[in-house]
């Protein structure tokens, strides 16, 4: 898998590997400078997997606290990037696979079931109608998303929305190619049905 | 080739995924088939718009909220440490358990005042609160008769009391009644403190005596002369048998009323007093017409109520003296007056 680079703070896997050993000789607040440079990235990656600001909050918490136990072990054979993405990606899976966020996305559904597919009119051309279709748009794109099961939602999350390559997803996710191709494939047919009406 | 099969492949056709081989056939087949390359086209439209999903920043105080979190799982995380059960959260959810019950129980136990007092101080009660006790039963109680015991239940009766305490004064270097008989009780210590007035109360107490050895009946003037001498002389007495003057002395006979002799009465008293932390301060004859002994008592004032039941037990007394319901003076001087009944 190639190098995950932050993209608001250019920051590199150099200076990441300075940062960690700063932090693992004392400085406390090196690692405070390594979220300031991740969290943003991390955080939607937990948004896009949960659909919830306050549970991707929550989550993007809990890979930092397992990343702050564990980066004593951290041996630099790859970019701090790459390593701090796997922890967030399996903390991630197994969030949606636990029975209280199933039990939450179920509750939700439920409540946002009426007008949830409800197709905001196009005759009309102004700008804040269309920038409000848009939101509608991503609204229910996210939502459709959010339904997915498992592996199927992870690896369409990571392919297309994070842009992995299959490869990097099987690396990942411990997933052979042939897997990750096929829940792909039937990802996109399950959003395709969900979404019929509002895409093209 | 159908279009079920290679609509299966256009998701790795968009990815870029294909075989070389395989691209072609799904790019000859698109090139003829509109229902396939309109499922094409929602295809590219959801991943262009799953794509193009915005990313969504993180809150401004991540990194203090973060601190927070840091903290609270470093505190919890020593605590497993430090304490056994906290290490697996099945204990630690065994431990929880079990303080909640303790707690229930504390709660239940807490509930019941009158016991948790009872509890507290059963093992607190001064003697003297103990008497007060039994004086409040007796005040609830009706009047007991003459003669009657008046003590409470779990109480030992005159017999046993007095069979334990001549067993007592056996141990003890046993002295002869005499008509003057101060110089040979023991001494207390001084009740009274400097200051203080005792409460000085007489008290007349009609015994069912009989005479003794060394007790002259009132009819022979030489013997009760001779003993009147010996009171104020302080001279050895001289023993008479006079039992044959028994009927002529008290006009009663032993058939009538168990009688006992003054010198018993005395010792009764004495000891009584004894027992209650007083002491006698002298014995003197009474006046020649009493045919009796008058001993002056000191005894601490809350003891009064428990001495004049004792009391009771040995003769017949009038309880209405002026002043005797009064205990609450620290010490009370009484002047008994033992005379035959």
Partial sequence: MGEYTNKET?????????????????DLQAFDRLVIR???????????????????????????????????????????????????????????????????????????????????????????????????????????VNELQGDKKAVLILRDMEGLSYDDISSLTGLKIGTVKSRIARARQILKKRLTGILL | MKCTHIQRHLSAYIDDCLTPSMKREVEAHLSVCPACRQELDVLSSLTGELKHTPEVAAPEDFVFSLHRRLTRTSGLKRLRTLVPPFRRKMQFGFVTATIMAGCILFVIHMQQPELARRQ?????????????????????????????????????SLEENQKQRSNAREKKSEYPIKSDMSHHLPVSEPMIMEGETPVEWE???????????????????????????????????????????????????????????????????????????????????????????????????????????????????????????????????????????
């Fill in chain 1, 10 to 26: 250019g920051g590199s896997a150099a200076e990441d590997a300075t940062l960690i050993r700063q932090f693992v000789a004392g």
């Fill in chain 2, 120 to 156: 507290r101080t059963g093992f607190q009660i001064e003697p003297e609160q103990r008497y007060d006790r039994v004086a409040e039963e007796k005040a609830k109680a009706p009047p007991a008769q003459l003669g009657e015991s008046r003590l409470p239940e779990g109480f030992p």
């Fill in chain 2, 203 to 341: 008290l007349r107490l009609d015994a069912p005596l009989c005479p003794s050895r060394d007790y002259v009946s009132p009819k022979l003037p030489d013997t009760a002369d001779r003993l009147e001498d010996k009171t104020g002389g302080g001279a050895s007495p001289a023993l008479h048998e006079r039992s044959e003057d028994l009927e002529n002395a008290f006009g009663r006979t032993d058939a009538e009323q168990p009688r006992i002799t003054i010198q018993d009465a005395a010792k009764h008293v004495e000891t009584i007093t004894s027992d209650m932390g007083g002491s006698v301060a002298s014995i003197e004859k009474a006046g020649a017409a009493e045919h009796g002994l008058t001993m002056a008592i000191v005894i601490p004032g809350s003891l009064v109520d428990q001495f004049m039941t004792e009391l009771a037990q040995i003769g017949r007394f009038d309880r209405n003296v002026q002043g005797f319901s009064e205990s609450s003076e620290k010490v009370v001087t009484i002047l008994l007056t033992l005379t035959a009944e």
């Fill in chain 1, 38 to 144: 991740h969290q943003d990235r991390v955080f939607s990656l937990c948004h896009r997997f949960t659909g919830d600001y306050q549970e991707a909050e929550d989550l993007a918490q809990t890979i930092f606290v397992k990343a702050f136990q564990s980066i004593h072990h951290f041996r630099f054979e790859s970019a701090f990037s790459t390593w701090l993405y796997r922890i967030a990606v399996n903390t991630c899976r197994n969030r949606i696979k636990s029975w209280e966020f199933r039990f939450r996305q179920k509750v939700e559904a439920f409540h946002s079931q009426k007008g949830a597919f409800t197709v905001v009119p196009t005759d009309e051309a102004s700008s804040p109608h269309r920038q409000l279709e848009a939101k509608e748009r991503r609204r229910m794109i996210q939502q459709a």
